[in-house]
């Protein structure tokens, strides 16, 4: 592959549509057109009412769905032009996720946890790589404790370490702080905001109006359409355009 120039972006999506099947056959259209890039280095939120399309933009965008219209290019890489098999190795490494729902496994370890996605891989996930995930989400004294004995927000910081021990170039995050309560949600936060550093982003999406504003730069849904984008957000300016996103005509 060529040598990437350092302002292409990680991911651009172009004219991305996609819908979901409704009653009697008819398709219910939930992104329609959205154009947006994801560049290195940065924290972008988005951010919209409920149903504006979020989830399934970040889905696009990470590969998990293949939009309906439109392109998706990771790296340069339009998605659409691979089989889904190379898509996945495509992307294997490259991308990154963590869920509202942390998706641990409960019989493991947090060690073990962090050093599932290597294993998966069939590749031997060293302990130094490993524990020094665990040690930048600081939870390197809990390391052979299984999930049920940590606290919601030391969970996710499991999360967020299982993910970044395979590198990402890109992390997706939804809803992520949603069932934190305000001080685990700022630590999970403060972690997001320190991996979206040299050539590494994280896209963040979330309801939080706060957690929001300590992106790089938002983007707001309003029925699947871009609404508005907003350069390193203020509370107030988001809180605007989120409640104006979602005002019906
Ligand atoms: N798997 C699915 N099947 C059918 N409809 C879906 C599916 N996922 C989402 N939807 C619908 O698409 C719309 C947008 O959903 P979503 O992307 O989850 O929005 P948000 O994350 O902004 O709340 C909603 O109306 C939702 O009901
Ligand atoms: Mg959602």
Same mark, same amino acid.
């Given at each position: 592959?060529? +040598? /990437?120039? =350092?302002?292409?972006?990680?991911?651009? %999506? $172009?004219?991305? /549509?996609?819908? #979901? +099947?409704?009653v009697a056959g008819a398709s219910v259209p939930v992104l329609r057109g959205v154009s947006l890039d994801v560049r290195r280095g940065e924290l972008l939120a988005v951010v919209g009412p409920s149903g504006s399309g979020k989830s399934t933009l970040l889905a696009c965008l990470s590969g998990l769905e293949t939009p309906l219209g439109g392109t998706v290019e990771l790296e340069g890489v339009d998605l659409g032009g691979l089989s889904r098999q190379r898509s996945?190795?495509?992307?294997?490494?490259?991308?990154?996720? *963590?869920?509202? @729902? #942390?998706?641990?496994?409960? @019989?493991?370890?947090?060690?073990?946890? *962090?050093?599932?996605?290597?294993?998966?891989?069939?590749?031997?996930?060293?302990?130094?790589?490993?524990?020094?995930?665990?040690?930048?989400?600081?939870?390197?004294?809990?390391?052979?404790? &299984? +999930?049920? =004995?940590? =606290?919601?927000?030391?969970?996710? $910081?499991?999360?967020? @370490?299982?993910?970044? *021990? =395979?590198?990402?170039?890109?992390?997706?995050?939804?809803?992520?702080?949603?069932?934190?309560?305000?001080?685990?949600?700022?630590?999970?936060?403060?972690?997001? $905001?320190?991996?979206?550093?040299?050539?590494? %982003?994280?896209?963040? *999406?979330?309801?939080?109006? @706060?957690?929001?504003?300590?992106?790089? &730069?938002?983007?707001?849904?309003?029925?699947?359409?871009?609404?508005?984008?907003? /350069? &390193?957000?203020?509370?107030? %300016?988001?809180?605007? %355009?989120?409640?104006?996103?979602?005002? &019906?005509?």
């Amino acid at each position: 592959m060529p +040598p /990437e120039p =350092s302002d292409q972006p990680i991911v651009r %999506a $172009r004219a991305v /549509e996609h819908a #979901y +099947p409704g009653v009697a056959g008819a398709s219910v259209p939930v992104l329609r057109g959205v154009s947006l890039d994801v560049r290195r280095g940065e924290l972008l939120a988005v951010v919209g009412p409920s149903g504006s399309g979020k989830s399934t933009l970040l889905a696009c965008l990470s590969g998990l769905e293949t939009p309906l219209g439109g392109t998706v290019e990771l790296e340069g890489v339009d998605l659409g032009g691979l089989s889904r098999q190379r898509s996945a190795r495509f992307r294997r490494g490259r991308v990154g996720f *963590v869920f509202q @729902a #942390y998706n641990l496994l409960p @019989a493991l370890t947090a060690r073990e946890n *962090v050093a599932l996605p290597a294993r998966l891989a069939r590749r031997t996930a060293d302990r130094r790589t490993v524990d020094a995930a665990l040690d930048a989400v600081g939870l390197l004294d809990v390391a052979d404790r &299984r +999930p049920g =004995s940590l =606290s919601g927000g030391q969970q996710q $910081r499991v999360a967020i @370490a299982r993910t970044l *021990v =395979s590198r990402p170039d890109v992390v997706f995050a939804d809803e992520p702080t949603g069932a934190l309560d305000t001080v685990a949600g700022a630590r999970v936060l403060d972690l997001l $905001r320190e991996t979206a550093t040299g050539g590494r %982003a994280v896209v963040l *999406v979330t309801h939080d109006l @706060a957690a929001a504003a300590r992106a790089d &730069r938002a983007v707001v849904l309003r029925d699947g359409t871009v609404h508005a984008e907003l /350069e &390193r957000p203020g509370v107030d %300016a988001l809180f605007a %355009a989120v409640e104006h996103a979602a005002v &019906r005509p």
